[in-house]
């Protein structure tokens, strides 16, 4: 067993079989806590003690209570537990609650068990051999089938050490737990201590957390700070996955809390109010479950109300198993491969459990073939389920598959490059998206291009800005524009500076639209620097401004005319002489103001503002106070015909 691997023990069986005393002897501790259970002699709420394995490790043991009425209570410690003792008292016998526990732990996955008989020192060696057998034969079938049964007493200590021993060799070669993943505590006990504030226990599913980290605490949905650690007791440094921790917790108030909360990595967990699971009917249930029967919902600690959707049928008979929705009456923190068990709503025994597929899926309609077929995808295993989100969520980036699937970056990382060699997924800057999504938004981009070209055929292409409108608002630009790149380099699309058009196409004018650029050319190239503004050409020259708009988009992009501005344009004969003038300008000079470009151009105020702006923004000069200075002038232009402008 790796030192490292963090443990977790965990008792079950009937009222009054011994479990509370079993664990004193093997750990020294008391874990009955509250004044009730000393005086009934029964465990109400969860105990917890340290217990050192074999091998010098420090083991955490959650005592549960084994009355029916506490069933909730052990429901909500038995969960992350390593290895289970199945604790039965040899002059009883199976009771009740040992077949109920048995149930649940069947329902919640333990892999791991010893079968414990106490209080052997008041039983005869024959009826011993008798009772075990009894065991052997209720376990048929279960993972406890093959499990080693010790014979102990725990006043006497016959037995214990055998018992330590069992454990220590039914504990070797266990996996490790997830510390890399996030952060996620659900809550069993909380509790204030005086000079300290609010303290919360629980068993560390996953992650790794240390003092001074910032946590979310769900409900009520708080982000604070962690103050100190303990673990069996004794402060530390840092705790992992798989040990029994109390965090003290800054900024929290007591009220604030409940059982079923979640201490976890911020931004990650959210709560919700509809899960798809994997429900399965155990076949001692008094009866089936029906179309929207409500039932008692645990996961985790959390307990609330649950509604049973039934999606291919009416009813689920005992020991059958169905893919269900439940609708529960209260939010609570729930992932993928969660466990989880119902109860009947009353009386309140317990009928069955099972797998979370989707903790926040949509409202699904009853018998859709479609439905069905998503869901047992879903359920196939972790790339079906992250390739069912990549295209539910459209474009997610990593944080958002772990709050969807509760699985660790590094984890989700393998599946998505795992994905990516199958030609399933890709990385859109630090966004992922399936292969159908994007050939899906390849089409759209051409449609889009080729809508706008038959809108605007005046324009070279469509704006590179209207053109990401056609995509969903949460595709990121750096997603975008290698998408873009992508579609460029396939041959879909050609990008031209801000404009983007299909291979082939060129803005042509009709004879009409044609009439209309010579006009506005014509008259720019006449009025040279003194060219007024927009509205003033076109109301001198009697034209209509929406007639114009596209004649002025072909005059910019064919470079007949250049957009100083909003409102003032140049002919390009008139811009060239004014670039060259200013480059021999500060070929003598090392300043220039407004006034002497002004003369030198022999324009008006307006149109040498607008002309020294345009070449800021170009870089060709740069504005200290009431001056310019050169900064990155370009060569001169190649042609520059004077009497043109």
């Known amino acids: 067993m790796p030192p490292s691997r963090h443990i977790i023990i965990g008792t079950a069986g009937h009222v009054d079989h011994g479990k509370t005393e079993l664990i004193r002897a093997l750990t020294g501790e008391e874990t009955d806590r509250l004044k009730e259970e000393k005086e009934r002699g029964i465990s109400i709420d969860l105990g917890f003690a340290s217990f050192r394995l074999p091998g010098g490790q420090v083991a955490g043991v959650v005592d549960v209570p084994g009355h029916e009425r506490f069933i909730h209570n052990m429901l909500a410690g038995i969960g992350g537990i390593d290895l289970v003792l199945l604790v039965v008292d040899v002059n009883e016998g199976v009771m009740p609650q040992t077949r109920e526990h048995l149930q649940i732990l069947q329902l919640l996955d333990i892999h791991r068990g010893i079968l414990v008989l106490t209080k052997c020192d008041l039983a005869e060696e024959d009826w011993i051999d008798i009772v075990e057998e009894e065991i052997r034969e209720e376990v048929t079938g279960t993972f406890l089938e093959n499990a080693p049964f010790c014979r102990v007493s725990s006043i006497t200590g016959d037995g214990i050490p055998a018992l330590v021993a069992t454990i220590g060799q039914s504990l070797k070669s266990l996996p490790s737990k997830d510390a890399d993943g996030p952060l996620r505590l659900p809550v069993d006990r909380h509790f204030s201590v005086a000079g300290f504030g609010t303290v919360v226990t629980g068993t560390l599913l996953s992650g790794t957390v240390r003092p001074g980290d910032a946590v979310d605490v769900i409900p009520p949905g708080e982000q604070v700070r962690v103050r100190e650690i303990q673990v069996h007791g004794e402060k530390l440094p840092e705790a992992r996955a798989g040990q029994r921790v109390a965090l003290n917790l800054a900024g929290l108030d007591r009220d604030q809390l ?6 976890g990595s911020p931004g990650i967990f959210e709560q919700t109010e509809r899960l798809d699971v994997r429900l399965t009917l155990l076949p001692t249930a008094p009866r089936p479950l029906k179309f929207r029967d409500p039932v008692h919902f645990y996961l985790g600690t959390a307990r609330v109300v649950g509604i049973v959707a039934l999606l291919d049928r009416d ?34 025994i317990t009928i069955g459990g099972g797998l979370v597929i989707d903790p926040a899926p949509i409202k699904h309609k009853r018998f859709r073939d479609e439905v069905m077929s998503a869901l047992k995808e879903l359920e196939s295993g972790e790339m079906a389920f992250l390739l069912q989100k990549l295209s539910e969520l459209v474009c997610p980036r990593i944080k958002d598959l772990e709050l969807a699937s509760g699985m660790g970056r590094e984890r989700i990382e393998q599946h998505l490059l795992a994905l990516q060699r199958e030609d399933k997924a890709a990385r859109l800057g630090d966004q992922w998206a399936t292969l159908t999504t994007i050939r899906g938004w390849h089409h759209q981009l051409r449609e889009a291009t080729r809508l706008y070209h038959d809108k605007h055929p005046l324009h070279p292409g469509i704006p590179h800005a209207t053109l990401k409108g056609a995509l969903p608002t949460k595709l990121a630009p750096k997603a975008y524009d290698q ?44 009025e040279g620097c003194q060219a007024i503004n927009k509205n003033g050409m076109l ?47 500060f070929a003598s000079h090392d300043t220039l103001t407004m006034a002497e470009f002004r003369d030198l151009t022999g324009s008006a105020r307006k149109q040498t503002q607008a002309l020294l702006e345009y070449f800021d923004r170009q870089k060709y000069t740069l504005r200290k106070e009431d001056f310019r200075v050169a900064w990155q002038l370009p060569a001169a232009p190649d042609t520059f015909n004077e009497e043109e402008a």
């Open 315 to 348: 009813l689920l008979e005992p020991g059958e198993s169905a893919l269900v929705q439940i609708h529960l009456d209260r939010p609570l923190v729930a992932h993928r491969q969660d466990r989880f068990i119902i109860r009947s709503y009353s009386p309140m």
């Open 539 to 585: 109301e001198q020259l009697g034209l209509n401004s929406d007639r114009c708009e596209d004649c002025f988009t072909f005059l910019f992009t064919s470079g007949r005319l250049v957009k100083l501005n909003e409102e003032s344009f140049f002919h390009r004969a008139t811009y060239d002489k004014a670039l060259s003038l200013l480059i021999d300008h």
């Open 483 to 526: 998408l873009l790149a992508e579609a460029a380099q396939a041959g879909e699309l050609v990008q031209q500076q801000e404009w983007i058009g299909l291979p082939g196409f060129r803005p042509t004018p009709t004879p009409d639209q044609q009439g209309l650029i010579d006009r506005l050319e014509t008259a720019y190239r006449n």
């Open 258 to 263: 409940q059982r079923g909360a979640v201490v």
